[in-house]
T-cell receptor, first 114, second 112 residues
Framework: GENVEQHPSTLSVQEGDSAVIKCTYS??????FPWYKQELGKRPQLIID?????GEKKDQRIAVTLNKTAKHFSLHITETQPEDSAVYFC?????????????FGQGTILTVHP | NAGVMQNPRHLVRRRGQEARLRCSPM?????VYWYRQLPEEGLKFMVY????????ESGMPKERFSAEFPKEGPSILRIQQVVRGDSAAYFC??????????FGQGTRLTVV
């Protein structure tokens, strides 16, 4: 089955800096890669996703890159703000009708210091 | 659109009791997924259901756990004879099929 590794486990940055979180996956058939943000005690919320037919996607301060050959994908947050502090999870799935059957990484605790 | 609704939000059970967790998917979504999140860990897939069918239960423990998604009503995750190790947050997600999954607020189960 799929295995997703996520690094770093914790990340501390100053407000305004950039943050980068990296994930690798094992199943070359995976073709859908979402990122979720989870605040303490709350639900995971989808913040951005990418499908295997593109290499990069951007939404305001958030961008995701995908390298299918190397089987890794990354989340980039620019101009970080304290409200970006949360746990971030990457995930991978084979897509099709199983877009919800996700294999998650272990999570990254991002702390943005004012 | 009310989103994915889970209830109860918090559930306390004594060891040996049964826990029933409910999930109503978003309107128009016919695919439901259950995940378990242990404290300070990531989410682990448990089961994938469509109406009246279990599609993939590869993440479900072999004993004491069952899930259903009847023709009418919410999806239910049932845990029989709960043990302390079952204490976790259980999240339900729904999708329209080929599209992103949206998560509910979760049910936090505490076994005492």
């Amino acid at each position: 089955g799929e295995n997703v590794e996520q690094h770093p486990s914790t990340l501390s940055v100053q407000e305004g800096d950039s943050a980068v979180i990296k994930c690798t996956y094992s199943d070359s058939a995976s073709n859908y890669f979402p990122w979720y943000k989870q605040e303490l005690g709350k639900r995971p919320q989808l913040i951005i996703d990418i499908r295997s037919n593109v290499g990069e996607k951007k939404d305001q301060r958030i961008a995701v890159t995908l390298n299918k050959t190397a089987k890794h994908f990354s989340l980039h947050i620019t101009e970080t703000q304290p409200e970006d502090s949360a746990v971030y999870f990457c995930a991978a799935t084979g897509g099709g009708t199983s877009y919800g059957k996700l294999t998650f990484g272990q999570g990254t605790i991002l702390t943005v210091h004012p | 659109n009310a989103g994915v609704m889970q209830n109860p939000r918090h559930l306390v059970r004594r060891r040996g009791q049964e826990a029933r967790l409910r999930c109503s998917p978003m309107k128009g979504h016919s695919h439901v997924y259950w995940y378990r999140q242990l404290p300070e860990e990531g989410l682990k897939f448990m089961v994938y259901l469509q109406k009246e069918n279990i599609i993939d239960e590869s993440g479900m423990p072999k004993e004491r756990f069952s899930a259903e998604f009847p023709k009418e009503g919410p999806s239910i995750l049932r845990i029989q004879q709960v043990v302390r190790g079952d204490s976790a947050a259980y999240f339900c997600a729904s999708s329209p099929g080929e599209g992103e999954a949206f998560f509910g607020q979760g049910t936090r189960l505490t076994v005492v």
